[in-house]
Nanobody
Framework: QVQLVESGGGLVQAGGSLRLSCAAS????????MGWYRQAPGKQRDLVAR????????YAGSVKGRFTISRDNAKKNTVNLQMNSLKPEDTAVYYC????????WGKGTLVTVSS
């Protein structure tokens, strides 16, 4: 069983920053691709950023230049998302994912950006 635990969400004013973290535990072998998705109220869940085991990264166009995904090299299967210059439209529940044959999902952490 694989578990993903997100942390770091909260309320921030527009223009502010937040850092999300996600740690995976359970039956996982090696480093795996990990990512962040988000779902705003009434909208579909969309990719925010993803990093492969080899370090290749892709971002949603709406967050490029503002968000940075990174691995914690000291801890296997841990990923962070640094979010800067936050906008009200970034308000959503953010979910961590890990790909290990199947895609595992965290329970999500709420990010609210006030105008």
């Amino acid at each position: 069983q694989v578990q993903l635990v997100e942390s770091g969400g909260g309320l921030v004013q527009a223009g502010g920053s937040l850092r999300l973290s996600c740690a995976a535990s359970g039956s996982i072998f090696g480093n795996n691709a990990m990512g962040w998705y988000r779902q705003a109220p009434g909208k579909q869940r969309d990719l925010v950023a993803r990093i492969t085991s080899g370090g290749m990264i892709n971002y949603a166009g709406s967050v490029k230049g503002r968000f940075t995904i990174s691995r914690d090299n000291a801890k296997k299967n841990t990923v962070n998302l640094q979010m800067n210059s936050l906008k009200p439209e970034d308000t959503a529940v953010y979910y961590c994912t890990l790909d290990a044959g199947v895609r595992y999902w965290g329970k999500g952490t709420l990010v609210t950006v006030s105008s």
